[in-house]
């Protein structure tokens, strides 16, 4: 493995790489990282290149990332593609000792396992949500369930139209949290996805409904009714520069740390 930590330099610009340069995500990252001062897009690639130049910056080819890597010396990758092509960039990162982060949702467990095993190499970031709203989210939920154990929960996040995977990452990770902070061990909700059918709703149930339509960057909301009242904790992103300014701030705290697993929330910490 390369050692590329002690080439960046605390004073210059972030050299960024960034994969998944097309696409919707991928777009709003480069067209907010060359407005930022602190970075500097040393490469951009996707699946099937731009003809023109997207924001200014060359599209490459992603077959080209191995030697675009070696070349451009990037500071850290940001990527936001598929859960098959976030895995293989983050190999070649591990390899190439280029600190790695990642919003690509839809991960499975072998492809999460593969995505660890690259950050005993080299640091790692993956987060299902940039947006720090979202990161607050996740705390007032964790408190809610530890105080309210007993309300009926269900979940609901809405999408753009062509969003592949569902629930979204984001709602996996509520979930997770909703688990882990359940005061009951043994009451664990069981997750319904969607309903049908004439039954009534079981008290152990937690529900979760994803919704696709139109533009829509992300919203998810949590309902949790009890005691003949209702608490909705609901997060909207108003647009996807919202997730983008979130992974490059990760990028810019990321970027020359040692190997290992990070969480987004340690970058609002910071
Ligand atoms: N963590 C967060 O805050 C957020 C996470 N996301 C997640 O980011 C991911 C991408 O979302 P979105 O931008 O909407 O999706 P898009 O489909 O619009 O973009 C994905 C891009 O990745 C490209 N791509 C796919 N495979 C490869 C590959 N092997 N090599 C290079 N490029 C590749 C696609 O290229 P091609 O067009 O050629 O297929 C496309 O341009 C999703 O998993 C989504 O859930 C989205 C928003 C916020
Ligand atoms: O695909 C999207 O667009 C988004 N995906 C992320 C997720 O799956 O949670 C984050 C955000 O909601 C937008």
Known sequence: MTDRSSSLDSAGPLRLGVTGATGRMGRVVLATAVERPDCDVVFAVNRSPASDAVEGVEIEPAVAFDALIADREPHAVVDF?????AVDYAVTCAEEGVPFVTGTTGMDETQLDRLCEASESVPVLHASNFSRGVAVLDELLAEAVRRLPDYDIELVETHHSGKRDA???TTTRLLATLESAHPGEDEIPDRVHGREGDAPREP????VHSVRAGAIAGEHEILLAGNHEEIRLCHRAG?????AAGALDAAAWLAGRDPGWYD?????DA
């Open 167 to 169: 629930p979204s990452g």
């Open 204 to 207: 152990g149930e937690i529900g």
């Open 239 to 243: 647009d996807r520069g919202v997730f």
């Open 264 to 268: 987004f929330r340690e970058v609002i």
């Open 81 to 85: 593609t598929g859960a098959g092509a």
